[in-house]
């Protein structure tokens, strides 16, 4: 278990985590920090069996702790059917038929992968009440240390709560190898919490919403490390993935020690989700979600700018201010990652941002702007900012 000391009305901030592990070669280390279970069950995907689940089956069956596997097809993208084929893999079924015998269950669910296998070994730990772990293969997301699983349901992307892992195994010397697609996916998902936390201040400040500075303080201090690390990140330094793994963590820690996601999201989230539901419904191949919150942090940024410049509420100038210079480093990394915008066609966009405020029960700058009938000409502006460069 781990946890935090506060200052805010949680007094104490805590999470059923045993252990973090981020290093080069912690691949290796697996059965020696995943103690105490002796049936488990490991997933991965095509790709990530390769480069880790074959070493990580092999250690488990040396140390006596392997019960049996299943590898999800590519793409194995975290959606009802492949939650569904994981809940029937993990049992093991006796050959003779006996009335009375349910399913032999393993006690621990070992994922190999990243965001979908995680998501998908998450919700399956939820619903079958076992304690499951992540061996991580890529910085492309911070959800490692989540306690929420998106999951594409029917033609729908849906925010579930779900478990958190009880391990987290992150090898480094993996990481690097990583696609690098994957490399900017990671530092997409992690631009888009200077949002996040101020749409989450911003709540604070009109809705009375509970607000954590130490959490909040602790995601951004992640984030601006991540910043730093990210302008060579085509060069792969160990050093840097890790300190960029380690702000993912710190992000989904943030949500672990909150009980809710909004130190990890905001209107960046909001608009990016709604982005892949407009392509699950239209049949058109899903981006990378780091990418898609990536693009729609540069709308949010474009947003809060033009509002900063234009309020005359003294409060909300003030509190936009303290972002401004984060603002200013993102737009500028974007010119060395050259993050892709994922929604350049005009209708997508506005409808992307329109139906982005109602993904989910929550106040972030798209209520505000709503509610002071500003939101269209907003979106207008940000379409020609972000996609056209006016």
Not at 43 to 63: I, S
Request: with cysteine.
């Amino acid at each position: 278990m781990m946890k935090m000391e506060c200052t805010c009305s949680q007094k104490v901030h805590t999470a059923p985590v045993e252990c973090i592990e981020v290093s080069a070669g912690a691949t290796e280390k697996v059965t020696e920090l995943i103690k105490g279970y002796n049936r488990i069950f490991m997933v991965a995907d095509e790709n990530t069996y390769e480069v880790a689940g074959k070493r990580v089956e092999e250690l488990l069956k040396e140390a006596g702790i392997f019960s049996h596997k299943f590898i999800l097809s590519n793409p194995a993208h975290p959606t009802d059917k492949n939650v569904g084929r994981i809940l029937i893999e993990a049992g093991i079924d006796r050959e003779v038929y006996d009335i009375n015998a349910m399913s032999d269950l393993p006690d621990y669910i070992l994922a190999v992968g990243s965001g979908s296998v995680n998501d998908i070994c998450r919700m399956v730990s939820y619903r079958l009440g076992l304690p499951y772990g992540i061996v991580g293969t890529a910085p492309s997301m911070d959800g490692y240390a989540s306690v929420v699983a998106p999951l594409l349901v029917g033609k729908t992307k849906t925010v579930y709560q779900c478990s958190i892992a009880r391990h987290i195994i992150i090898d480094t010397a993996i990481c690097k190898d990583a696609p690098y697609e994957l490399l900017t996916a990671g530092v997409g998902d992690m631009i888009g919490k200077y949002i996040a936390i101020l749409d989450w201040e911003l709540s604070a400040m009109h809705t009375g919403e509970y607000y954590c500075q130490k959490i909040a303080d602790s995601v951004l201090q992640a984030t601006k490390e991540c910043i730093d690390e990210a302008y060579t990140l085509s060069e792969r330094k160990a050093e840097s993935i890790e300190k960029i793994v380690n702000g993912l963590i710190t992000s989904g820690m943030g949500i672990a020690y909150s009980g809710s996601s909004r130190p990890a999201s905001g209107t960046e989230h909001m608009i990016g989700q709604t982005w892949e539901i407009m392509d699950l419904e239209s049949g058109r191949e899903l981006q990378l979600h780091g990418h898609d919150v990536g693009a729609a942090t540069f709308v949010a940024i474009s947003m809060y700018k033009k509002l900063y410049n234009e309020t005359d509420d003294m409060e909300i100038k003030k509190l936009i201010e303290k972002y401004l210079p984060a603002f200013d480093r993102i737009l500028d990394l974007q010119k060395t990652l050259k993050l892709p915008i994922t929604a350049p066609e005009k209708d997508k966009f506005v409808e992307g941002c329109l139906r982005g405020r109602t993904f989910r029960v929550r106040y972030t700058l798209l209520e505000y702007l709503y509610k002071k009938g500003m939101l269209e000409e907003y979106i207008e502006a940000a379409y020609n900012e972000v996609v056209l460069g006016k």
